[in-house]
């Protein structure tokens, strides 16, 4: 059995360039007891049925572009409904805009390169839309980068699963709607995959990943209780393949778990979790929390 809870507070790493949010904010709900992330791990290390979760949101996309050229009103009533206007890319499961792209470069650089120097996840899981995949690969690419610096023989190869249910808000909204796996595998996976540099990312679906879209509706978007059952039921999925793994492999070590996701995503984990909500994460943003197991 699974219950997940996570701790009381939330860890926002970095406040975006972008965001609305005063930038004190990201310190108003720290972990108040742990100096570090490293300080963090090495408790949670000693604590049975115990993880810290990494929640990062995708870059800017071409949608959230058309959201700051119309307003969120416009955008609800008509642009949201349309693969594009005309003016910007088509935001039919949205790439990054060049702005995104910066953004998820300088997290890669600033949270995950700096602030989380020396730590690596041990396990990725990441959404397929194409802005995460595109947003994984930037920012931990970035922080290999970083680590190089200091060693230089590093050769990191990390494994990522793409689940299909850490997507967005599922329906209407063609930015939410996935690309055939087959498109997005050709655009976002494959042109890396003869890469023979010393930092190596290995895309898995996980297995059933159907090729077209089995989610979408464009007349029906999903509810906050539709999408907080999606997500608790992945959360448990992602904890029961990593208690699998823990058991399978004794040296294995599943304390660190990252997810590359959504906005929507991410509060509605923090919904499930019982965790206190936060006003709003601004693409590019992350936010760690403390999750056990009270079932065990």
Not at 35 to 52: F, G, V
Not at 143 to 157: G, R, V
Request: proline fraction near 3%.
């Amino acid at each position: 059995m699974v219950n997940l809870i996570a701790e009381k507070d939330y860890f926002q790493v970095e406040p975006t360039l972008n965001s609305g949010i005063d930038t004190n904010y990201a310190f108003v709900k720290p972990f108040d007891n742990y100096q570090s992330i490293q300080n963090i791990i090495t408790k949670i290390e000693q604590e049975p049925n115990t993880r810290l979760f990494i929640l990062a949101r995708h870059g800017q996309g071409y949608h959230n572009a058309a959201v700051e050229r119309y307003g969120e009103e416009i955008w609800d009533l008509k642009w949201a409904h349309k693969n594009g206007d005309g003016v910007l890319e088509d935001w039919n499961d949205a790439n990054l805009t060049e702005k995104g792209i910066n953004q998820v470069k300088r997290t890669g650089k600033v949270v995950f390169g700096e602030k989380m120097k020396g730590i690596w996840a041990d396990s990725y899981y990441c959404s397929p839309l194409r802005r995460c995949l595109q947003t994984f690969r930037y920012e931990w690419t970035e922080k290999f980068n970083i680590e190089k610096k200091d060693q230089e023989d590093l050769k990191k190869t990390i494994d990522v699963i793409i689940k299909e249910n850490i997507r967005e808000t599922i329906g209407v909204h063609t930015c939410d709607w996935r690309q055939n796996k087959s498109k997005s595998y050709d655009e976002c996976i494959k042109p890396y995959e003869d890469n023979t540099s010393d930092f190596q990312i290995k895309f898995d679906y996980e297995e059933g990943f159907k090729e077209e879209d089995p989610l979408y509706s464009d007349t029906y978007r999903e509810t906050d209780d539709d999408i907080d059952a999606r997500i608790e039921k992945a959360l448990k999925e992602i904890w029961e393949l990593e208690d699998k793994k823990e058991a399978e492999n004794l040296e294995y070590r599943g304390k660190v778990i990252s997810l590359t996701c959504h906005e929507g995503v991410i509060k509605s984990a923090l919904r499930v979790l019982k965790h206190h909500p936060i006003p709003r994460l601004e693409t590019s943003g992350v936010v760690m929390v403390i999750i056990k197991n009270t079932e065990i």
